[in-house]
C-alpha cells in the first residue's frame, strides 16, 4: 500500500505531470501532421490510382499501386526502424531543440519517426480517399464536362469537395488510430508520451536503486497514460457516432 502511495506521489509532482502532459502535446502533434501531410499524399495517391489508367501516365497509377500496397501490407514498427536507418537528418540549432526540451540528436530521431509515420498513414488515407472518390457517380464528371470544365477543374470543383464530405467520419476514425499509432514511436524515441512514460518508469527504477521495475509504478505511469489516450480518443469516437448518422443518410 505504501508502494502505490508512493507511486501515486509521482503523478502528484508537477515535473512529473507536466512532463508527461507534455508528452501528450508532442503525441497530439505528431497525429496532426501523420494526417494532415497523410491527407495531401494520400489525396494524390488516390486520383493516380483511380483516374491514370490509360496512356504514358498510366505509370503513375502503377507507381501509386505499388506504394499503397507495400505501406499497408507491412508493419509501421517496420518504417520507423527502417527510418531510422535509411532516412535524412535534420540539422537543428541547439535552441530550437531545447524550445521542445529535446537534444538536436532526440530532434533528428523524431523527425526521421514522424516521416515514417507519415508515409504510412498516407497509404491507409489514400485508400479512404479512393473509396470517397468511388462513390461519386460518373455523372458527376459527364455533366462538368458538358459545362467546360476540364478533368483537373471538375476534381478539385467537383468531385473532391463531395469526397471528403463522404469520408469526415472515416477519417475521424484513422484520426484515433493515428493518435494510437503515435506510441510505436517510443521505440526509438522519448518525445511522445509513452516514450516519455517509459522513461520515468525507468527513472524510477534508478532511483530506488533495484534491479526491476517496481510495480505499482508501473501500475500507475501506464494507467495515467491510458487515462489520457482513452479521454482524447474516446472523446473523438463519440465525435465519429454523432456525425455519422448525417453522413448515412
Not at 501516365?57 to 507491412?74: G, H
Not at 527510418?83 to 530532434?107: Q, W, Y
Not at 480517399?129 to 455533366?143: D, T
Not at 522519448?190 to 534508478?206: C, N
Request: charged share 10%.
Amino acid at each position: 500500500m505504501d508502494e502505490l502511495h508512493g507511486s501515486l506521489q509521482m503523478i502528484t509532482n508537477e515535473n512529473v505531470f507536466i512532463y508527461l502532459i507534455k508528452g501528450l502535446g508532442f503525441s497530439l502533434a505528431i497525429a496532426f501532421f501523420a494526417v494532415v501531410f497523410g491527407i495531401v499524399i494520400g489525396t494524390f495517391l488516390a486520383v493516380m490510382r483511380n483516374y491514370c489508367t490509360e496512356g504514358p501516365i498510366v505509370v503513375l497509377k502503377w507507381v501509386s499501386t505499388a506504394y499503397v500496397e507495400v505501406f499497408r501490407n507491412t508493419p509501421l514498427m517496420l518504417w520507423l526502424f527502417i527510418g531510422l536507418v535509411f532516412f535524412p537528418s535534420i540539422e537543428v540549432s541547439i535552441s530550437f531543440a531545447k524550445f521542445f526540451g529535446l537534444s538536436r540528436t532526440e530532434m533528428a530521431v523524431l523527425f526521421k519517426a514522424i516521416l515514417a509515420l507519415v508515409l504510412f498513414t498516407s497509404s491507409v488515407i489514400a485508400e479512404i480517399v479512393r473509396g470517397g472518390l468511388n462513390s461519386i457517380s460518373k455523372g458527376q464528371f459527364e455533366a462538368a464536362y458538358s459545362q467546360g470544365f476540364g478533368t483537373a477543374m471538375t476534381l478539385v470543383l467537383i468531385v473532391l469537395p463531395q469526397t471528403f464530405k463522404n469520408i469526415v467520419p472515416t477519417l475521424l476514425s484513422q484520426i484515433i488510430t493515428t493518435i494510437k499509432d503515435t506510441s510505436y514511436i517510443a521505440n526509438i524515441a522519448i518525445a511522445e508520451l509513452m516514450g516519455r512514460t517509459f522513461k520515468m518508469i525507468q527513472s524510477a527504477t534508478l532511483y530506488t536503486g533495484f534491479s526491476t521495475q517496481n510495480m505499482s509504478d508501473v501500475f500507475v505511469l501506464c494507467g495515467f497514460a491510458c487515462i489520457l489516450y482513452f479521454a482524447i480518443n474516446f472523446t473523438l469516437s463519440c465525435i465519429v457516432r454523432k456525425i455519422q448518422p448525417s453522413y448515412s443518410t
